[in-house]
């Protein structure tokens, strides 16, 4: 039984039907069952259970072979976030596996580190650190950022209003990878053997900067809409003033300085070399399939 945690995100639900294909048994962990309706179907199991709570997902890995995390909580339902999500979470979800005798594949981001000026990457560290201890036969995928998800947020107001809202300059290139792309990476990551105790860094064909996407998800969304620049002064005061209120939002805010001015450029990465044969889906191509229709 291979336990995807995360299995109604982005990434979760291109990579559901690749293990079902390869005839693995799949059970869907999600905190409410009715999001997993649309991957409900041969082989695949649906089990209600929140990351944060340490006995309710020892309850959902019973009989786990393979566990997959590729949940976050940067954002999203639930009061979410990473130190709870990502860092203690995915260390319930180690320590269940560790009980069962189960493998881990752990998704998590190029440039994790104790340091990164984004506290999901740090969390995502801490999280790879615990699956290291853990003595759980592991493999880490980190990946740059899902154009899928970022043609997402650009495109809900697009098309209800005619605006993209770009966080920053919006001139700082971004590396951007497909989210089908990293499903398929990862299910190679559950089922071959080989790749355990690895770290597969992974990324797109294409460096973009915000700018650059607007106008992707424009020319894919076959609509033409007015870029809004949200400033620096700005994010950076929202970040100070919405810290005790709405901490989601100072979060988000942080993490969109950081992105408007690190270097997040990245290449295909050693994964496409360890892992030949993967899909190489560009930007272009990602959004086609996404918003035309
Ligand atoms: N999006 C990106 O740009 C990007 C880039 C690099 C790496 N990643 C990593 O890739 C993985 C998948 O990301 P994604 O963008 O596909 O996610 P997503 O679409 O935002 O979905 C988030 C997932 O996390 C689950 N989740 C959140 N909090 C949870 C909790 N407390 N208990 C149980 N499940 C919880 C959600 O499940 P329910 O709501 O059903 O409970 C959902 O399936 C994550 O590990 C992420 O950090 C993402």
């Known amino acids: 039984m291979i336990v995807v945690a995360g299995g109604t995100g982005t990434l979760g639900r291109r990579l559901v039907p690749l293990l079902t294909a390869a005839g693995l048994p799949v059970r869907v962990l999600t ?27 020892g309850r959902a890995l019973r009989g786990a072979a393979t566990v997959v995390s590729a949940v976050h909580g940067f954002a999203g339902p639930g009061g979410v976030s990473p130190a709870s999500v990502d860092r203690a979470g995915n260390a319930n979800l180690i320590a269940a596996a560790a009980r069962e005798g189960a493998g881990f594949v752990l998704v998590s981001v190029v440039g994790a580190g104790p340091d990164h000026p984004i506290g999901l990457f740090r969390a995502k560290h801490d999280a790879e650190e615990t699956l290291r201890a853990s003595g759980v036969p592991w493999t880490i995928v980190r990946a740059t950022a899902f154009a899928e998800t970022w043609a997402t947020i650009m495109a809900g107001p697009l098309r209800a209003s005619g605006t993209i809202p770009v966080f920053g300059r919006g001139r700082n290139p971004i590396n951007f990878v497909s989210a089908a792309d990293v499903a398929a990476l990862t299910a190679r990551a559950v089922t071959d053997p080989g790749l355990r105790g690895q770290v597969l860094e992974f990324g797109g064909p294409d460096n973009l900067t915000f700018d650059d996407l607007a106008a992707a998800v424009q020319e894919a969304a076959a609509r033409s809409g007015t870029v809004r620049h949200i400033p620096r002064p700005a994010l950076r005061t929202m970040s100070w003033l919405a810290a005790p209120v709405r901490p989601a ?16 450029t990245f290449g295909p990465g050693p994964a496409r070399q360890t892992c030949p044969g993967l899909p190489e889906t560009s930007v272009r191509q990602a959004l086609k399939e996404l918003l035309s229709c």
């Open 249 to 264: 939002l100072a979060r988000q805010a942080r993490a969109a300085l950081a992105m408007d001015t690190l270097d997040m």
């Open 31 to 57: 905190r409410d069952p009715a999001q997993a309706g649309s991957l409900a179907g041969p082989g695949v199991e649906v089990t209600r259970a929140d990351v944060r709570d340490a006995a309710a997902v």
